[in-house]
């Protein structure tokens, strides 16, 4: 540590995964304009998503989260959004019937802007660059000019974010006058702490912090640490929130996060989501799920079923199998099943786009170049969404008698 610091900051966790703004003047700025701007969801309706996920807790509800693995400027129309929509609303009304249960809706959207990376430079022919981390901090394009981190992006995600949340809501009162009450909650992962902090801010009726990027924000597999600054910052507002668990995680660190997140054993603060990979879920799963139902911890378990499993294809291409995806979400429910608890729900990476990412359930490996779109990881197309929810839907569906 460089001794011009001072000694308070000595007690500031260190943040993971963040990028390295060259311009410091032009990261205070932008700040500044974030701290000044309005909140993009309220205080109460977090609280609201606090009260439907104490339900998930309760074993009264499933919650169905799903979206892109990274949002993307170019890909932002009313059309994408609706079609997001819908298959997320069509994936959850699969569910709900086969299953007996109300389904919350938290999309990952309007927010999904930035993205972890297992190496901080890309090295092509040669070249070396620093790496695509997402639209809210560079461009995804291999020139120097694009992968420079750039703070004023943040100002781009909020105004895309909003826009967002603006064609959602006005989305869901047109469909509200044609199908009744819907409902639909955004969240994102809480990667880039130069958002979220300044987004930050006091609810006016009772001084609690709120995140105003998103109702429900979580913490990624590779920044979960215990006294890191991500788990810190979770700590300090009041939004539902959620962390991702990956078959390393010991006992010890998810009593750690429930103890650190979730200290009042509130149900619905704390969501935890299994990222096992389908050939861990069965052994991993388990010891995580039996001590944290012994520490009391109240917590919704869901089951990311994608990031566990992906790999790359001879072409070269990195996907996922879809037999691979709801092999995992089937050990997810028999974890559940035979320890006696819920499995509260599903964390997809999809989209309402007929896109040819994710293989098996009509897309063939040879198919993969037609439309493989995805800005990140490989997501599951609307086909392929509906007919996991429909395979998941048998599974789940609860014995008679
Ligand atoms: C993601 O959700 O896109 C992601 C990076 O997941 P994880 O933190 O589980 O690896
Ligand atoms: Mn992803």
């Known amino acids: 540590m460089s001794a011009l610091l001072p000694p308070s900051s000595l007690a500031v966790p260190e943040a993971l995964q963040q990028p390295v703004w060259p311009d410091p003047e032009a990261l205070r700025t932008v700040r500044e304009r974030l701290r000044t701007a309005l909140p993009l969801v309220l205080p109460t309706e977090c609280d609201v998503l606090r009260r439907r996920l104490a339900a998930v807790a309760a074993g009264k509800a499933f919650v169905l989260q799903g979206g892109d693995c990274a949002e993307t400027f170019r890909d932002l129309s009313l059309g994408t959004v609706s079609r997001k929509m819908d298959t997320l609303f069509g994936t959850a009304d699969e569910l709900s019937e086969a299953m007996f249960l109300p389904v919350v809706v938290v999309a990952r959207l309007a927010g999904q802007y930035a993205k972890p990376r297992s190496q901080p430079v890309e090295t ?49 009162t047109e469909r509200r006058t044609a199908l009744g009450q819907r409902e639909m909650f955004v969240s994102h992962e809480a990667l880039l702490l130069d958002y979220e902090r300044p987004l930050t801010r006091p609810d006016a009726r009772t001084g609690d912090s709120y995140a105003g990027s998103g109702h429900l924000l979580w913490v990624g597999e590779r920044t979960r640490q215990t006294d890191g600054a991500h788990i810190e910052y979770l700590s300090r507002i009041r939004n539902p929130v959620a962390v991702k668990v990956g078959p390393t995680a010991t006992p010890a660190e998810v009593l750690a996060l429930v103890e650190r997140l979730d200290p009042d054993r509130e149900p619905g603060r704390l969501t935890l989501v299994a990222r096992m990979g389908a050939d861990r879920v069965r052994d991993a799963l388990p010891p995580l799920v039996e001590s944290v139902a012994a520490a009391g911890g109240q917590v919704v378990w869901i089951c990311d079923p994608m990031h566990g499993n992906t790999y790359n294809a001879p072409s070269g291409h990195k996907t996922r199998h879809f037999d691979a995806v709801l092999d995992e979400v089937t050990g997810f429910f028999e974890v559940h099943r035979s320890l006696g608890t819920h499995a509260g729900g599903l964390h997809l990476e999809m989209t309402g786009e007929e896109v040819t990412e994710c293989v098996g359930a009509g897309v063939a490996p040879a198919d993969l170049p037609l439309r493989y779109e995805t800005a990140c990881d490989p997501r599951l197309n609307r086909s392929q969404t509906l007919e996991l929810a429909r395979l998941v839907g048998e599974l789940a569906t609860p014995v008679a008698g």
């Not at 809210?136 to 420079?148: D, K, S, Y």
């Open 124 to 172: 092509r022919d040669g070249v070396t660059l620093p790496s695509y981390r997402g639209d809210a901090v560079n461009g995804p394009e291999f020139t120097a000019e694009a992968r420079t981190p750039d703070p004023h992006r943040m100002l781009q995600v909020y105004a895309a974010a909003g826009a967002t949340l603006n064609a959602v809501r006005s989305l869901l």
